[in-house]
């Protein structure tokens, strides 16, 4: 894995609020991280292998490029269990408890076939289009989750002064305050690291 953003790349992403790039994880690379990859929230956290690999320069500096930021904090990860769906377009940062979202990466690892549909509807598709690719989405835009079972790999990046409130549709509020957290509580470099541009 090499990324590599063009100026064709950022102002893409800066128009239209996602950008997908292709062939990040070969196929080795791919089985090797869906096994490490469960369901449920802060995976990162009893694996090394995603430890690393989520706080990489290279997976890391992908989200700083994009939203223009010195540094980051890294927010969750967040397994997607395959029956996953939503009722209508929902944009991404209404879906978990950390208010200051900067970008959200949707990886797949699953070589489980997609069919993308020939009428696309509203809002945008949280699919890469193959395994090893990468969808770097901005937490504002519409996601339309098909109804398809398909399992998905979401991390997080936040701005540093990110807080911990109350979501509802987020199952793991319970998992935050375990970890010390209230809600209005800004996330904690120990428990939330931040990454920062070389």
């Given amino acids: 894995m090499n990324p590599s953003l063009t100026a064709q790349q950022l102002a893409f992403f800066s128009k239209n609020g996602f950008l997908e790039l292709e062939e990040l994880w070969n196929e080795t690379e791919?089985?090797?991280?869906?096994?490490?990859?469960?369901?449920?929230r802060d995976l990162w956290r009893n694996s090394p292998v995603l430890k690393k690999l989520l706080l990489s320069r290279k997976l890391s500096q992908l989200p700083l490029e994009l939203t223009d930021s010195s540094s980051l904090r890294l927010a969750f990860d967040h397994g997607f269990p395959p029956q996953f769906s939503l009722p209508k377009p929902t944009p991404l940062k209404d879906l978990f408890c950390i208010q200051g979202l900067a970008c959200v990466l949707l990886c797949r690892f699953s070589s489980t076939?997609?069919?993308?549909?020939?009428?696309?509807?509203?809002?945008?598709?949280?699919?890469?289009?193959?395994?090893?690719?990468?969808?770097?989405?901005?937490?504002?835009?519409?996601?339309?989750?098909?109804?398809?079972?398909?399992?998905?790999?979401?991390?997080?990046?936040?701005?540093?002064?990110?807080?911990?409130?109350?979501?509802?549709?987020?199952?793991?509020?319970?998992?935050?305050?375990?970890?010390?957290?209230?809600?209005?509580d800004t996330l904690k470099n120990e428990l939330h690291p931040l990454v920062q541009k070389r």
């Fill in 113 to 184: 076939p997609f069919s993308f549909p020939a009428k696309p509807p509203l809002g945008l598709l949280p699919f890469p289009q193959k395994p090893g690719n990468l969808l770097l989405v901005q937490p504002h835009v519409l996601i339309a989750w098909p109804k398809e079972p398909i399992g998905l790999y979401a991390v997080g990046y936040a701005d540093p002064n990110a807080v911990f409130v109350q979501n509802e549709r987020d199952p793991a509020v319970q998992g935050m305050k375990e970890l010390g957290y209230h809600f209005g």
């Fill in 30 to 40: 791919c089985a090797h991280l869906a096994g490490e990859i469960g369901v449920g």
